[in-house]
């Protein structure tokens, strides 16, 4: 019989709904069973396409004697990380405080207060290399919680007292200068793989935010080496087993320092941003892989993750089954050299295990590999290439398919919308705009309600019951800019400053200016979660600064410049420190030292020479620039206030820091200006 988790919207708490374990979700009745039972809470915190949260699913939460013991002792608690990521949060940061380190699943054991007194991740069903058992874990709390209560009681308040006292030092109330941001290139120079490009050891997670704080420093400063470290990152990347060298997008993060054997979950945000990366590389390198690369990322998320209702899914699975009815990590994309043949025929087998690297010991498990493009020299027949790998995707897809998770995150479906808008924009594919308006249409029409407030999930049109939290306004405001300047259309302007009002009001400390990741009116957790770092996506910090320094370059909203330069201040702290963990941050930081630009287009819309200038604009690799175009004095858009055509002819403006160049109806004179 299902459990409270059957009427959810997560598909990772409907996995669990037919568990034999009681669930709860994350709700205030959960705690209050808690207080009237006087039994502690049980909080499992997890996603849908982590491999090790299905692992002890199985393991311990579908076992009917686990679920006894747990259903007899326990209120038990399940959170999606992505529904809910303060919650996640707030106990991510007690478990690493604790234990010195974090990963999904957690567990997490609190009082009915939600005070956490006992932590771990994984555990598993018998005791294992050091670990205990899952059943000797939750016998040793019920022992606790039933003989030294008053003991626990003390622990739980020194943590919650402990986490409070972590209030995080706002930093510098100056702006980060060319000091910090050349500090910040040295301390990434310091981390660097120049054997196989990308940051420190395994694992290794594609580092999205600072190759793109690499690509604005080289644009500002003709920094070269930064350059390169973006440019062979990304290669190394696009040639390794991270990519998906059949059906394109990345995988979450490679096992190995060489990007050879990847965690195979694909995320909506990495290939968001990767998309994004690959573009903004080709736009200032002319490079092909990246031009490939970016578009092949993009179609992927448009073919594998858009929705019925037009947003973007969340994300695929890991694991698949094998064929042979048992779920395996990695088996929709591994190959043997049987396997190959089997497709090919012996010669083009041939051919393809030499092109993308698949050998008889095999790179992965069981003597199975994963495609890579091991070589960057040599010539090879691309015909003959192209046909093998439209043989080998047609089947792979007769394979039992990884699984999805159809919940629309707000923040991730705002960053694919300005990685589709760009791309689509850069490229000429329109199929690939409407994409990203199909994507911000859905935002606005479920997401946010009648007072510009976001939602943070929604699933089959169903919008979920959790609040939003600063990094969905900051990327869905992201996402919107981004169409603004591709577009034209000044409705994406207006609700981004919906938008980015409520970041000022709701999430911004009115003293210090800093900034908090849930509302100031959100559900009290047992502290209030602010972390400016940014780790797989940019933080709700990062993101507002650099969302409203846009929207500010934009309209000249003086509150949203103000706010954007105060929230910088953690970068001069962090940047020099802990560059890879502050990526976004830096490249705001970039689009502040620049200006950031402000490129008005005007003349009509059908005319070449303005869509010729439009693209120049769009195609300026200054950092953090901002795009307006439409008709001569059009009200569409604030930049085109007072803006009159030259000669009668399509014009540009370019201005910076209050001062404007002299207008131009020369597309390479806009290029010149808008370049170092």
């Known amino acids: 019989m299902p459990n409270r988790l059957a009427h959810e919207t997560s598909p990772y708490l409907l996995q669990h709904a037919d568990n034999p374990v009681d669930w709860w979700p994350w709700s205030a009745d959960a705690f209050e069973e808690a207080r009237k039972s006087g039994k502690p809470v049980l909080l499992s915190v997890g996603y849908s396409s982590c491999h090790w949260c299905h692992v002890m699913a199985h393991e311990s939460f579908e076992d009917q004697e686990t679920a006894d013991y747990l259903n007899a002792h326990f209120v038990s608690v399940k959170v999606d990380r992505e529904e809910r990521p303060d919650v996640d949060a707030v106990y991510m940061e007690a478990v690493q405080a604790a234990t010195g380190q974090g990963g999904w699943p957690m567990t997490v054991f609190l009082t009915p207060d939600a005070e956490p007194f006992y932590f771990g991740t994984y555990f598993p069903p018998v005791p294992r290399q050091g670990m205990p058992s899952f059943r000797q874990v939750l016998e040793g709390v019920h022992s606790a919680w039933t003989d030294r209560r008053d003991e626990v009681a003390e622990v739980a308040e020194k943590i919650v007292r402990d986490l409070a006292g972590r209030e995080i030092a706002f930093g510098d109330t100056q702006v980060p200068g060319e000091e910090d941001l050349a500090g910040a290139l040295l301390g990434l120079t310091r981390d660097y793989d120049a054997g196989h490009g990308g940051f420190g050891g395994a694992p290794k997670f594609p580092p999205s935010m600072a190759i793109e704080f690499l690509l604005r420093h080289h644009a500002r400063t003709g920094a070269e080496g930064a350059l390169q470290m973006a440019a062979d990152t990304c290669e190394r990347m696009a040639r390794g087993g991270i990519y998906d060298q059949l059906g394109g997008g990345f995988a979450r993060y490679s096992v190995d320092r060489e990007w050879v054997v990847p965690h195979f979950e694909k995320m909506l945000y990495d290939n968001a941003l990767l998309c994004r990366v690959y573009a903004h590389l ?344 901002v795009v307006a175009v439409g008709a001569p004095d059009s009200d569409e858009l604030p930049l085109l206030a007072e803006r009159l055509l030259v000669s009668g002819e399509p014009t540009a403006y370019v201005c910076r820091n209050f001062t404007c160049d002299a207008p131009t109806t020369d597309v390479d004179r806009l290029r010149e200006a808008l370049g170092r």
Do not use: C
Not at 495 to 521: K, M, N, P
Not at 548 to 559: D, M, N, R, V
């Open 282 to 625: 080709w736009r200032a390198t002319g490079s092909d892989l990246a031009r490939r690369v970016a578009l092949e990322t993009a179609d992927f998320m448009v073919r594998e993750l858009r929705t019925n209702e037009g947003g973007f899914a969340s994300a695929l699975d890991a694991d698949s089954d094998d064929g042979n009815g048992k779920h395996v990590e990695g088996a929709y994309y591994v190959w043997t050299p049987g396997q190959l043949r089997e497709v090919l025929g012996e010669q083009d087998a041939e051919l393809a295990a030499d092109h993308f690297g698949v050998t008889e010991e095999g790179t992965f498990e069981e003597g199975a590999s994963v495609l890579q493009l091991p070589q960057s020299e040599g010539v090879f027949d691309a015909e003959r290439i192209a046909s093998i790998r439209a043989r080998l995707l047609e089947a792979r897809g007769e394979r039992p398919a990884p699984g999805r998770d159809d919940k629309v995150v707000a923040a991730w479906n705002g960053l694919a919308v300005a990685a589709l808008a760009e791309t689509g924009a850069y490229f000429d594919r329109p199929d690939l705009i409407e994409a990203a308006l199909g994507a911000a249409d859905l935002l606005v029409r479920l997401h946010l309600d009648e007072h510009a407030r976001l939602a943070r999930t929604s699933k089959d049109g169903r919008v979920g019951a959790n609040a939003g939290v600063l990094e969905d306004y900051a990327d869905v405001s992201e996402g919107f800019l981004a169409l603004a300047s591709v577009t034209g259309e000044g409705v994406w302007l207006e609700f981004a400053g919906f938008l980015l009002d409520h970041v000022l009001v709701q999430f911004t400390d009115e003293e210090s200016g800093t900034l908090y990741d849930t509302a100031a009116d959100a559900e009290k957790l047992i502290r209030r979660p602010q972390d400016p770092t940014d780790n797989a996506t940019p933080s709700g910090w990062s993101a507002a600064a650099g969302a409203l320094l846009s929207y500010a370059a934009q309209t000249g909203a003086e509150p949203h410049r103000a706010a954007a330069e105060r929230a910088l201040g953690v970068v001069k702290a962090l940047g020099p420190r802990a560059p890879r963990f502050i990526g976004w941050g830096l490249a705001t930081a970039e689009a502040l030292l620049d200006g950031p630009r402000e490129v008005a287009v005007v003349g009509p819309a059908d005319d070449p020479a303005t869509k010729e200038l439009h693209r120049a604009a769009l195609l300026a690799t200054a950092p953090g620039a």
